[in-house]
């Protein structure tokens, strides 16, 4: 016999079985069930923190097992991957979570997946990235947006999604903990990994895709597509690929083509407008800064004074018909540098599986609609408008460079933006290139600059102490999601004129965050094994 029952505990009794038994017993008498607290196995189903009304209990979903054993969850969900013969095959643009799972899903067909990525892999790219901080140079291939594994490898590893209608999320959890999650990250109720395992997991994933007769090429950069012309539609064959250490090219043929390149790939998306223009749409996107604080001041603040561990916030407000929120909380994290190029200053955050830093950070950033880009950038776009966002993007990560130095971003005190003054001193952050002082009140956008200080202020009425003379604001956050979309058949999932192109993940613009890239990547893999095995691709 199986029951679902909740049960709330204080913290200090969460893993206390005789405590967790006897909650159980008495949410099983309320159902008319009753039962000896010995004949109960709990299994959690979903654990989250209530931190409300100055106190902290853990709610904890159970199923509780009555003369049963648990079952094992996690095993009936791993899907069942076959060695591919090479007969067919499909390039995969970018290694990223799309990519990735992409690739996953083939082989449940026996399908071959290339895997092109224009970044090194993550042991390599560890040092690449160090660079940044050492030396404030940039590999424009190799960095925290590019590279095996993708911007998320290092990352928080954040795994909470709201998109629940896309696909399996406690299938694409179970996939993460085989190659070496936590078990944790299947109750969490906002599962991470954390950057120090990352990595690890990303390079069991290549390994397995290898060993099941796969290929993965990284410093290998997708430089233009292989077309021909079919019944007046443009149909893709395969891409060409420079490599970016030699510089030396070759095309690699195949049935069809994923497109996971990522939402910092400019040049993919006007290497689509080269080939299509009507392929590509505006969106809306998001922009502002990184706000960092000690960390002991957020967890003062969730936890009212209590010491349990590193807190989390999630802020939304509307300003003058503009959503501004909180984005990418890293509690007990760092900033990072996660510039493409070396002309632009772009920051992001990131957090180890402990949390356990000196600072709490997050984005907090302006709701951009493509009505809000200058007209400047919509003449540059020329005959492609949908672009127009994506060069503003730019424009604003190249002034960030321009008020900073090197690498070294510019910066400014929470209090000193509200009164529109230089701060004369910036306190200590994570951010290991540095930061400099800057006016970040005069030359960030009006339409950003003016939300940002209304919602500053409605933040603190939410947490009080959120504005404080150590919170930072270090400039400038772009990359929460993509200006651009590139649209696709609702029902075959190709690119609308270009037939066997399959965008999925970040870069396409219909998903955001791991678990939806996952998810969007299995869902154009499905798509194409269908296909493939009607022969209609």
């Known amino acids: 016999m199986i029951e679902a029952i909740t049960l709330i505990v204080r913290s200090e009794d969460e893993h206390d079985e005789n405590v967790l038994k006897s909650k159980a017993a008495e949410a099983l008498a ?9 004949d109960i196995r709990l299994a ?36 069942v991957w076959k060695f591919a013969d090479g007969s067919k095959r499909v390039v995969i643009v970018g290694s990223g979570p799309a990519g990735l799972f992409g690739a996953l899903r083939l082989l449940e067909d026996g399908i071959t997946p290339i895997i092109v990525e224009r970044g090194e892999k993550t042991d390599d790219r560890k040092k690449t990235i160090a660079k940044i901080g050492t030396q ?28 629940t209608k896309r696909g399996n999320v406690g299938r694409i959890l179970s996939v993460f903990k085989f190659f070496g999650a936590s078990e944790s990250i299947l109750t969490d109720a906002h599962p991470h990994i954390g950057t120090d395992k990352l990595p690890k997991i990303v390079k069991a994933v290549r390994e397995k895709i290898i060993s099941l007769g796969g290929e993965f090429h990284c410093c290998t950069k997708c430089v233009d597509f292989l077309t021909e012309t079919e019944g007046g539609k443009k149909r893709i064959t395969g891409i060409a690929v420079q490599d970016t250490k030699t510089g030396e090219r070759h095309t690699i043929e195949a049935d069809a083509v994923l497109l996971a390149s990522g939402h910092s790939a400019n040049d993919i998306y006007e290497l689509v407008a080269q080939y299509a223009q009507e392929a590509l749409e505006a969106k809306t996107f998001a922009a502002g800064v990184r706000v960092e604080h000690p960390r002991e001041l957020i967890d003062a603040i969730q936890f009212h004074g209590k010491d349990f561990h590193s807190a989390e916030y999630r802020l939304t407000t509307q300003v003058s018909g503009r959503g501004v929120y909180s984005f990418c909380m890293c509690p007990g994290g760092f900033v990072v540098p996660s510039a493409t190029s070396d002309d632009e200053i772009v920051v992001n955050g990131m957090s180890t599986s402990a949390r356990n830093s000196k600072w709490s950070n997050a984005a907090i950033v302006v709701e951009t609609r493509p009505e809000d880009i200058p007209e400047e950038f919509i003449k540059k776009a020329g005959t492609c408008p949908a672009l127009a966002g994506l060069y503003w993007r730019a424009h604003l990560e190249r002034e960030a460079k321009l008020h900073g130095e090197g690498q070294a971003a510019p910066a400014q005190r929470m209090e000193d933006f509200l009164s529109h003054r230089k701060s004369d001193t910036l306190p200590p952050t994570s951010f290991t290139p540095g930061v400099v002082s800057s006016r970040l009140d005069e030359w960030l956008p009006p339409h950003i600059e003016a939300r940002l200080e209304k919602a500053f202020a409605d933040f603190n009425k939410t947490m009080r102490g959120f504005i404080s003379p150590d919170a930072l604001l270090v400039a400038v956050e772009t990359r929460t999601s993509t200006p651009v979309r590139i649209l696709r058949d609702k029902e075959t999932g190709e690119c609308v004129s270009i037939a066997r192109l399959y965008p999925a993940g970040e870069g396409s613009g219909y998903s955001g965050g791991i678990v939806s890239s996952a998810m969007d990547g299995e869902r154009a893999a499905a798509i194409i094994a269908q296909r493939l095995s009607a022969h209609i691709v």
């Open 44 to 79: 959690v189903v979903k654990r989250s923190i209530d931190a409300r009304h100055g106190r902290i209990r853990i709610c904890l979903v159970c199923k509780a097992y009555i003369g049963e054993t648990p079952d094992e969850r996690s095993a009936s969900s791993l899907p």
């Open 136 to 163: 404030g140079s940039v590999d424009g291939d190799s960095n925290y947006c590019f590279g095996e594994g993708g911007a998320g490898a290092f990352s928080d590893g954040k795994l909470y999604t709201r998109s």
């Open 30 to 38: 309320k159902k008319n069930i009753r039962v000896r607290t010995e």
